[in-house]
């Protein structure tokens, strides 16, 4: 908790970098909150799907104030847990969005402790389905505990996730399999996957030709894979994540591609620990960490202010170039 409490002024000091306009209001708000000691405090807790015998845990954080807000589900990377994205709900709870994190049995921080093979492993078909479910668990839940949760706007609901919860973002969205499986749920409006990967072997456009509800893609050009062998160039460089984008069909999509950004630039926590040993981190993304993370938190906060609260200034930021983005990283829109 006092950790990110920490991050919170380095991330509103950060953001002028961003563009003064969403940067200003993101400052004074960080600056209020802390002046009222209502920083966003996340609550934990647990649902259990009695049909799976499955308990999930979860993470709950609110704006500050007593508003109706939108809510984005989260969901983190192999061996991650309910700490993954807490930089970037930290952003979102200032512009107004709640986020519900979900650790997924199976593919959470557990699988570490039998190390880089059994992380492997777990990024399988099956573990893909659990985690689908897992988000039509916690959206049944979410509609039947409505009386629990007042301030939630179920009605208008993103989904968020990293690395293999990008996979899950993206199957819930709509993600074509084959023999014609689906995990897609009709309920969440929008999407942002976190270092999004195409299908291994497969035909992208197969694959996510068909998704029509929004959806923003992240990612730079050292997100590479900590799964792949070493030497393989997928292991470093991140340009065979942009097929994803390239194969959603024309609409509202958009790209934040960031030079330098390696795959935990968009983890949304500090690297440290097991993560750490897993891969280590370029020192070409260290340099740059401040700079990416104020654009990733800029970017992603009026993505959901404008797909989840029709927020016409937001939308029309996200329709320009966002502000300080250098020659090498790109904004692609549509």
Same mark, same amino acid.
């Given at each position: 908790?006092?950790?990110?409490?920490?991050?919170?002024?380095?991330?509103?000091?950060?953001?002028? %970098?961003?563009?003064? #306009?969403? @940067? +200003?209001? /993101?400052?004074? $708000?960080?600056?209020?909150? !802390?002046?009222?000691?209502? =920083?966003?405090?996340?609550?934990?807790?647990?649902?259990?799907?009695?049909?799976?015998?499955?308990?999930?845990?979860?993470?709950?954080?609110?704006?500050?104030?007593?508003?109706?807000?939108?809510?984005?589900?989260?969901?983190?990377?192999?061996?991650?847990?309910?700490?993954?994205?807490?930089?970037?709900?930290?952003?979102?709870?200032?512009?107004?969005?709640?986020?519900?994190?979900?650790?997924?049995?199976?593919?959470?921080?557990?699988?570490?402790?039998?190390?880089?093979?059994? %992380?492997?492993?777990? #990024?399988? @078909? +099956?573990? /893909?389905?659990? $985690?689908?479910?897992?988000? !039509?668990?916690?959206?049944? =839940?979410?509609?039947?505990?409505?009386?629990?949760?007042?301030?939630?706007?179920?009605?208008?609901?993103?989904?968020?996730?990293?690395?293999?919860?990008?996979?899950?973002?993206?199957?819930?969205?709509?993600?074509?399999?084959?023999?014609?499986?689906?995990?897609?749920?009709?309920?969440?409006?929008?999407?942002?996957?976190?270092?999004?990967?195409?299908?291994?072997?497969g035909d992208a456009t197969a694959a996510f030709?068909?998704?029509?509800?929004?959806?923003?893609?992240?990612?730079?050009?050292?997100?590479?894979?900590?799964?792949?062998?070493?030497?393989?160039?997928?292991?470093?460089?991140?340009?065979?994540?942009?097929?994803?984008?390239?194969?959603?069909?024309?609409?509202?999509?958009?790209?934040?591609?960031?030079?330098?950004?390696?795959?935990?630039?968009?983890?949304?926590?500090?690297?440290?620990?097991?993560?750490?040993?897993?891969?280590?981190?370029?020192?070409?993304?260290?340099?740059?960490?401040?700079?990416?993370?104020?654009?990733?938190?800029?970017?992603?906060?009026?993505?959901?202010?404008?797909?989840?609260?029709?927020?016409?200034?937001?939308?029309?930021?996200?329709?320009?170039?966002?502000?300080?983005?250098?020659?090498?990283?790109?904004?692609?829109?549509?």
């Amino acid at each position: 908790m006092k950790r990110r409490h920490l991050l919170l002024p380095a991330l509103a000091a950060s953001l002028s %970098l961003a563009g003064p #306009a969403w @940067a +200003q209001g /993101l400052r004074e $708000r960080l600056a209020q909150r !802390r002046e009222m000691g209502r =920083e966003a405090q996340p609550g934990d807790f647990e649902w259990t799907d009695a049909e799976r015998q499955r308990a999930v845990p979860l993470r709950l954080r609110l704006p500050a104030g007593e508003a109706p807000c939108p809510l984005v589900l989260f969901s983190h990377g192999l061996g991650g847990d309910l700490n993954a994205g807490s930089l970037w709900s930290d952003a979102w709870a200032v512009a107004g969005i709640a986020t519900l994190h979900l650790q997924h049995p199976g593919s959470d921080r557990s699988v570490l402790r039998s190390g880089p093979r059994a %992380l492997r492993t777990a #990024a399988n @078909a +099956q573990q /893909l389905q659990a $985690r689908a479910l897992d988000v !039509r668990f916690v959206l049944d =839940e979410l509609a039947r505990r409505a009386a629990e949760h007042p301030r939630l706007r179920l009605d208008r609901i993103g989904l968020a996730g990293h690395s293999f919860g990008a996979h899950t973002t993206l199957a819930v969205a709509g993600q074509h399999f084959p023999r014609g499986a689906t995990l897609a749920d009709p309920r969440p409006r929008a999407f942002a996957a976190f270092s999004p990967s195409p299908p291994n072997g497969g035909d992208a456009t197969a694959a996510f030709g068909s998704l029509r509800r929004p959806v923003l893609c992240l990612t730079g050009s050292l997100d590479g894979s900590p799964l792949v062998p070493e030497g393989d160039p997928n292991r470093r460089e991140g340009a065979w994540r942009r097929a994803v984008y390239d194969a959603l069909p024309a609409g509202d999509k958009a790209e934040l591609w960031l030079d330098g950004a390696d795959h935990m630039s968009f983890g949304g926590q500090a690297v440290g620990g097991a993560m750490a040993r897993l891969r280590e981190r370029d020192p070409r993304a260290s340099a740059q960490a401040e700079r990416h993370q104020a654009l990733i938190a800029a970017v992603s906060s009026d993505w959901w202010r404008a797909q989840l609260l029709d927020d016409a200034a937001a939308r029309a930021r996200l329709s320009q170039t966002p502000a300080h983005l250098k020659e090498a990283d790109a904004w692609r829109r549509g």
